[in-house]
Structures are given as structure tokens and as C-alpha cells.
Antibody
């Protein structure tokens, strides 16, 4: 069974940093693009970043470019999101998802990031 | 990277059919046969309902169907049921190498 389990969400002050992790199991992790999607409280889904199978290609939504870094460790079947210079606009539930042929066929349960002083 | 445009809400009675539109541009919806649709219940993660414009994953009811014409994709739910009440989001790949979601539609039965 495919499982994606996010962790690392927390309360952080504006300007702070946080690293999210996503542990994958039940599929050949190294064969798939992976991505992060976020959802602010009461708002819609927002695509954040994706990464190809070997980590050589990465794309970001404009609002996080230069502040967020997506990475992966195929030996550990893990996906990461390093988030720096956090603002209130980054507060959201962050989901990791498995990407297959231009769609997201498996999602984690999400991890909550709160940005507040 | 503007969100695809969806109606904020759509409602229908049990047994009826409803259609949710998803409008983008030639750089996303119109440029790829990659539109997918997701169902999300409150407090839950989204779940894939349609991919590749009109394909259904195994386990998804055939009451859900998708189509596309030009820069607009559509999700139709036929034989509407109370359990279909949820938020629905479309998504499309873009020419920039990213993906973009729709603004979301709340379906009320």
C-alpha cells in the first residue's frame, strides 16, 4: 500500500525556518517525480514545488522561489522541503504527493505550518 | 501562475447531474491533455477523481466524468448523491514545467 507521511510542521516566528519531511513507502520512490502542495486555512490548494526522480530538476511557484528548497533522498525514500524567511502567507497545511503522468495519484495526510509571533 | 478559474459553488438535488468548469489558457489547460480533478472533504487530504482529462482511477465511481474543449475543462457528476458533497479542484500541467490548481468549487447536494 502506498503511504506518504509528512512531518516537521510546527509553530515558527516570521522570518524563521522549518524543514518538512515526507516518508514514502509502498512504491518505488526513486522512479517518480514528487511534489509539495499547500493549503492555507479555509483556502484552496496551491502547488508549491516539484522534483524529478534524481533531484536534478526542480520547479517552484513564484511566491517561494529563493526561499524554499525541495530535495529528496532516494536511499531513505524521503522528500524534503526546506522553508526559509517564512511569512504569515506561508501558513498552511503542507501535503506531499506522488506525481505520475501529470497528476497527483497519492497524497499524504498533511503537516501544519503556523507562522506567528 | 494564476489559478485556473472554477465557479465558487455548484449545487444540485440528489439524482441530478452537475458540471463544474475549469478555465485556463493555452499555456496550461489548452496546451496539454493533463487536466486532473480532486475531491476533498473537510479536514482530509485531496483524492484523485479524474486524470488525463477523462480517465478514472480504479475505485472511482463512473458517475464522475471529465472532458475538455479548448482552454476549458469540465467535471460532470451524474446521479448526484449526498456523499458527493465536497470541494473539487482541477489541476493542469503548464508550459513552465509547473502545475496549477483551480480555485476550487464547493458542491452542495
Amino acid at each position: 500500500e502506498v503511504q506518504l507521511v509528512e512531518s516537521g510542521g510546527n509553530l515558527v516566528q516570521p522570518g524563521g525556518s522549518l524543514r518538512l519531511s515526507c516518508a514514502a513507502s509502498g512504491f518505488s520512490f526513486s522512479n517518480f517525480w514528487m511534489l509539495w502542495v499547500r493549503q492555507a486555512p479555509g483556502k484552496g490548494l496551491e502547488w508549491v514545488a516539484n522534483i524529478n526522480q534524481d533531484g536534478s530538476l526542480k520547479y517552484y511557484v513564484d511566491s517561494v522561489k529563493g526561499r524554499f528548497t525541495i530535495s529528496r533522498d532516494n536511499a531513505k525514500n524521503s522528500l524534503y522541503l526546506q522553508m526559509n524567511s517564512l511569512t504569515a502567507e506561508d501558513a498552511a497545511i503542507y501535503y506531499c504527493a506522488k506525481y505520475h503522468q501529470y497528476h497527483f495519484d497519492r497524497w499524504g495526510q498533511g503537516t501544519l505550518v503556523t507562522v506567528s509571533s | 501562475q494564476s489559478a485556473l478559474t472554477q465557479p465558487a459553488s455548484v449545487s444540485g438535488s440528489p439524482g441530478q447531474s452537475i458540471t463544474i468548469s475549469c478555465t485556463g489558457t493555452s499555456s496550461d489547460v489548452g496546451g496539454y491533455d493533463s487536466v486532473s480533478w480532486y475531491q476533498q472533504f473537510p479536514g482530509k487530504a485531496p483524492s484523485l477523481m479524474i486524470y488525463g482529462v477523462s480517465d478514472r482511477p480504479s475505485g472511482v465511481s463512473n458517475r464522475f466524468s471529465g472532458s475538455k474543449s479548448g482552454n476549458t475543462a469540465s467535471l460532470t457528476i451524474s446521479g448526484l448523491q449526498l456523499e458527493d458533497e465536497a470541494d473539487y479542484y482541477c489541476s493542469s500541467h503548464t508550459t513552465s514545467g509547473t502545475d496549477v490548481f483551480g480555485s476550487g468549487t464547493k458542491v452542495t447536494v
